[in-house]
């Protein structure tokens, strides 16, 4: 999921859709639609600007049957995608700052850092 702004992030209903349009189950959808849009809100609370370009990202868990940590030495392995696994939301900063928060725990790690922004 890519050109959002962070607001639309909040409304559940389209990204429900698009996430549905790129081939995620109905319910699962609607799970990580959620949970971008606790993510958002978090970020909306913490003063961020609402029309800020947003970048959103979700990536599935893997599941390995077996072979593992034989796929990158030549060897075979039994993978499959799971369709729960991470959703993640990035916004450009002014002041150098690296923040992340879980939406499921509200917890906050910050850390300053020399990347600048967009």
């Given at each position: 999921?890519?050109?959002?702004?962070?607001?639309?992030?909040?409304?559940?209903?389209?990204?429900?859709?698009?996430?549905?349009?790129?081939?995620?189950?109905?319910?699962?959808?609607?799970?990580?639609?959620?949970?971008?849009?606790?993510?958002?809100?978090?970020?909306?609370?913490?003063?961020?600007?609402?029309?800020?370009?947003?970048?959103?990202?979700?990536?599935?868990?893997?599941?390995?049957?077996?072979?593992?940590?034989?796929?990158?030495?030549?060897?075979?392995?039994?993978?499959?995608?799971?369709?729960?696994?991470?959703?993640?939301?990035?916004?450009?900063?002014?002041?150098?700052?690296?923040?992340?928060t879980d939406a499921a725990v509200?917890?906050?790690?910050?850390?300053?850092?020399?990347?600048?922004?967009?």
């Amino acid at each position: 999921m890519n050109h959002w702004r962070l607001k639309g992030l909040t409304y559940r209903q389209p990204v429900t859709r698009r996430l549905g349009a790129a081939g995620m189950r109905a319910d699962r959808a609607a799970q990580t639609a959620d949970h971008f849009a606790q993510a958002a809100g978090q970020l909306l609370a913490a003063g961020i600007d609402p029309a800020c370009p947003a970048h959103a990202r979700f990536v599935p868990g893997r599941i390995e049957v077996l072979g593992k940590h034989t796929d990158y030495a030549g060897g075979r392995s039994l993978t499959a995608a799971a369709d729960r696994g991470f959703a993640a939301i990035a916004v450009a900063r002014q002041d150098g700052q690296l923040k992340v928060t879980d939406a499921a725990v509200f917890g906050l790690w910050s850390s300053a850092t020399d990347w600048k922004s967009c």
